[in-house]
């Protein structure tokens, strides 16, 4: 019997097995580290009764009770950070660095945020004159949608996942994750974590295994009243399908194509790292980095070259190694992807500045899922390549003359989720940001985030906002009552 942790489903306050199960690999070097235990049909139906029962007594608690446990939820997160860290890098082979500062503190401050935030989560009052010459009064109450379905990708898993727990929790909803299978660690210790808290059984409920088999069966299940899912536009489609029927409320985060806009009048050295941020962070799997880079024709080749600087002295190795900014993609077949179009530029007869391959260490990490960051030029703006979420650490960088030009050509894309403007003209920082077909734009910076701010993507990039108030319109219904005074 294989001595690896098996990582199981957790149901109306227990932890479940179907004893079918699949192997988790850690994308540093091809090793299996973990099973995961597969959720059965009968095991998804339990746990969409068990969230259905928990209305009864999480649905009803006292919003302070309910926020006071899930800041209990963050502290019992912090106690046992070490941990968090060490899945999520087992999972994904990113950095230590990032996952200390991004990853799993924004995986806790998702809960204690909410759980302030949800104890201003009030309706609303209005006094009304009647046409008989009295008075009305309106007013609204917020209640739980009920029973929540969350499925959450393999990029940020626990950052990700939280930002919809966090809220839909906080709002009362019984709360049914089901996680990426390629990333389901941290998921599973997060279920360790309700339950030693003593989060009432089905309030959370955790569902592991293949999207196409538990994710399906857990958007088409009946008692689920509601799905907020981020990850691929094209799962997002599936999805919607399997919701139509039942006319679900549905939240969409879904993919995109992002382009930053360097003009010349921006500050070149700072354009040049704030792009290799966000081309090249996560190994390119955030779904804000971008892909398609415009700089004005003045400033082109000194901007290439900088770029290529900045690519060329990228730390890729370990995650634990000392000064390391990119480790493998998150699995081999992530990397036959981004690799296929790695070789479709080629075909297409772009310039390679940078990369294109796959680095070699001589080392266990030959087995990993490496891959050079990239950058290309000289292809048109309906390649493929530029028309195409890639979701890793390639971009391609095109000139452009003046404003006009470059707003119509950021907005050629089936896509609108996030954008960055490089410049340090004011006014033209607010004349072109609201300009951009997107969900998000930021100004000489990016990925800097306020959880109060509305965050999410148009277009083939989603449907909704989460953020502040927009996560707790989504989690809440609110019923309006009108008295005859
Ligand atoms: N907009 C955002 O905030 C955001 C954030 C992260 C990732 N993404 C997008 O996600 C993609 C990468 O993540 P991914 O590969 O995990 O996405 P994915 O769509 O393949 O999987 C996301 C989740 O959906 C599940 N799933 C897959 N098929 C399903 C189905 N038929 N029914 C129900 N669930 C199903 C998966 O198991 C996983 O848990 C990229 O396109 C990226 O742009 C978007
Ligand atoms: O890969 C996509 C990243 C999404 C980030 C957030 O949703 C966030 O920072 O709240």
């Given at each position: 019997m294989s001595e690896l942790p098996v990582l199981t489903s957790y149901i109306g306050g227990k932890f479940v097995t179907s004893g079918v199960s699949f192997d988790n690999v850690n994308?540093?070097?091809?090793?299996?580290?973990a099973h995961i235990d597969e959720a059965s049909l009968e095991m998804i139906n339990t746990a969409v009764a068990s969230a259905r029962q928990a209305q009864d007594t999480w649905g009803k608690m006292p919003v302070k009770q309910r926020c006071a446990l899930l800041h209990k939820v963050a502290d019992r997160m912090a106690e046992r950070e070490q941990e968090f860290i060490d899945a999520e890098i087992a999972d994904t082979g990113k950095s230590l660095h990032q996952v200390q500062t991004i990853d799993i503190p924004r995986g806790t401050a998702n809960f204690r945020f909410f759980a302030d935030l949800a104890q201003f989560n009030s309706g609303e009052t209005f006094i009304t004159e009647t046409p008989d010459g009295s008075k009305a009064l309106n007013y609204s109450v917020n209640k739980p949608l009920g029973v929540v379905g969350v499925i959450s990708p393999w990029n940020l898993p626990l950052l990700l996942a939280t930002w919809k727990i966090a809220p839909a929790m906080a709002c009362g909803n019984s709360v049914i994750l089901k996680p990426s299978e390629e990333t389901s660690s941290t998921a599973f210790l997060l279920a360790q974590v309700m339950d030693e808290v003593g989060?009432?059984?089905?309030?959370f409920n955790l569902i592991l295994g293949r999207g196409s088999a538990v994710g399906d069966a857990l958007t088409s299940a009946?008692?689920?009243?509601a799905i907020t899912f981020t990850g691929a536009s094209a799962t997002g489609k599936r999805i919607m399908k399997s919701v139509a029927d039942q006319v679900k409320p549905i939240s969409f985060e879904l993919g995109g194509k992002n382009s930053a806009i360097v003009f010349a009048d921006a500050d070149l050295t700072k354009a040049i790292k704030g792009v290799a941020r966000s081309s090249f962070t996560n190994c390119g799997q955030v779904?804000?980095?971008?892909?398609k880079v415009y700089v004005h024709r003045a400033i082109f080749d000194l901007f290439v070259e900088g770029l290529k600087q900045e690519a060329c002295q990228l730390k890729i190795g370990?995650?634990?190694?000392?000064?390391?900014f990119m480790g493998p993609l998150v699995s081999s077949t992530h990397q036959q992807k981004v690799l296929s179009y790695y070789r479709l530029a080629e075909d297409e007869g772009a310039t390679f500045v940078t990369g294109g391959g796959v680095p070699r260490?001589?080392?266990?990490?030959?087995?990993?899922?490496f891959i050079e960051p990239t950058i290309l030029t000289g292809?048109?703006?309906?390649a493929r390549v530029n028309q195409e979420?890639?979701?890793?650490?390639v971009c391609h960088i095109s000139p452009f003359e003046d404003e006009d030009e470059v707003i119509a050509r950021v907005n050629n894309t089936q896509y609108g989720l996030a954008a960055a403007v490089w410049t340090e003209n004011l006014s033209r920082a607010h004349r072109v940001s609201p300009q951009l077909d997107v969900g998000l734009v930021w100004v000489n910076t990016?990925?800097?985030?306020?959880?109060r701010a509305p965050f999410g993507g148009v277009k083939l990039s989603g449907i909704g906002r989460e953020g502040g108030q927009h996560s707790l319109a989504f989690y809440s219904e609110p019923i309006n009552i009108c008295i005859k005074i």
């Open positions: 994308p540093v070097n091809g090793q299996v580290i989060i009432p059984p089905g309030a009946e008692g689920v009243d779904c804000l980095c971008t892909e370990y995650p634990y190694d000392d000064g390391v260490f001589n080392d266990e990490r030959d087995n990993g899922a292809l048109s703006d309906t979420e890639i979701f890793g650490p990016w990925f800097l985030r306020d959880l």
